[in-house]
């Protein structure tokens, strides 16, 4: 028989390492979504830096057309290995508005390594306009902010077919098979060879698909690694404790047994 503190520390250690999409569904739709195996996915999970930059690049020359990253800044690009000379240069351009100046008027200067990304669109209403009146949101925290998390992201992207017959399709919408209600005012954005990977990886779909998928997991998560090197470490302390524990117990209880 096993201990009690034993059985504990094993229920413990499953709570950890049971992947989030285990409890999971896709919050949205009926059809089950596309799983992939994400390297930041488990207990042990780390970004793959290449594939970061590779989504980045996705999300700079594709989705930043529509799409704002408000939460981070130029600065936080070190965390995917880009050096500060690459990010001054990234920044550096775009526009932004900054002031009021001393003679109280707004201006335009080039954005700075620590300002947060320059958004597409002045305000809500001309993103509005922009998109038949749909809201392009924020990706920042778009992975965190949708049931399925990554695996949504990627089944999004990867669900756009044709309307089925009999099908009430509004003006303007495209029809995907994971988003809730099946229309989604977003145009198909990925297709082989939109973008030009500059490590040479051949930018077939499902690598693009995959690649902005882990620069989004990293942008709602820019501290993931820390976090769970940090769980790590604490689960090493709590095992070393708990056999500590476990001998004191016996040494006090020999006596009495
Ligand atoms: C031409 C503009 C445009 C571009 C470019 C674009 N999107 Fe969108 N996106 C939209 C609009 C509009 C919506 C809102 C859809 C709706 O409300 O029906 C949206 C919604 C989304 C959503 C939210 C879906 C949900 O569950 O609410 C995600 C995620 C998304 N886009 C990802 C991307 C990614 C990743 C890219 C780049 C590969 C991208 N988009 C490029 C216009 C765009």
């Known amino acids: 028989m ?3 503190p034993f059985n504990f520390f094993i229920c413990f250690l499953f709570l950890f390492t049971v992947p989030n999409s285990f409890f999971v569904k896709a919050a949205t739709s009926n059809v089950d979504l596309i799983q992939q195996n994400w390297p930041f996915n488990g207990i042990f999970g780390r970004f793959d830096k290449a594939s970061l930059q590779r989504g980045f690049k996705v999300y700079s ?3 930043s057309a529509c799409h704002g990253l408000r939460h981070i800044s130029y600065r936080d690009l070190e965390g995917i290995g880009y050096s500060n000379d690459e990010i001054k240069v990234i920044a550096g351009e775009y526009e932004i508005t900054d002031g009021p100046n001393d003679e109280g008027e ?3 200067r080039d954005a700075k390594m620590s300002d947060k990304f320059v958004g597409p669109y002045e305000n809500d209403k001309i993103a509005r306009l922009a998109n038949n009146g749909a809201y392009p949101p924020d990706l920042s925290l778009i992975v965190k902010a949708r049931g399925g998390g990554a695996d ?6 990867n669900g756009y077919k044709d ?3 009999n099908f009430e399709a509004s003006e303007g919408m495209y029809y995907n098979e994971y988003y809730p209600g099946n229309q989604i005012a977003m145009p198909p954005q990925i297709e082989d060879d939109i973008v030009e990977f500059d490590d040479g990886t051949i930018a077939t779909h499902n690598q693009i698909a995959r690649d902005i998928t882990s620069f989004l997991a990293w942008t709602a998560e820019p501290e993931l690694e820390r976090r ?11 095992v070393l404790i708990t056999i500590m524990l476990l001998g004191v117990k016996r040494k006090v209880w020999k006596h009495l047994d």
């Open 152 to 157: 949504y992201i990627y089944s999004l992207l």
């Open 163 to 165: 309307f089925p017959e």
């Open 2 to 4: 096993l201990s009690k």
């Open 61 to 63: 020359e594709v989705c």
């Open 106 to 108: 707004m201006f335009t």
């Open 228 to 238: 769970k090197s940090l769980g790590v470490k604490t689960l090493f302390f709590l």
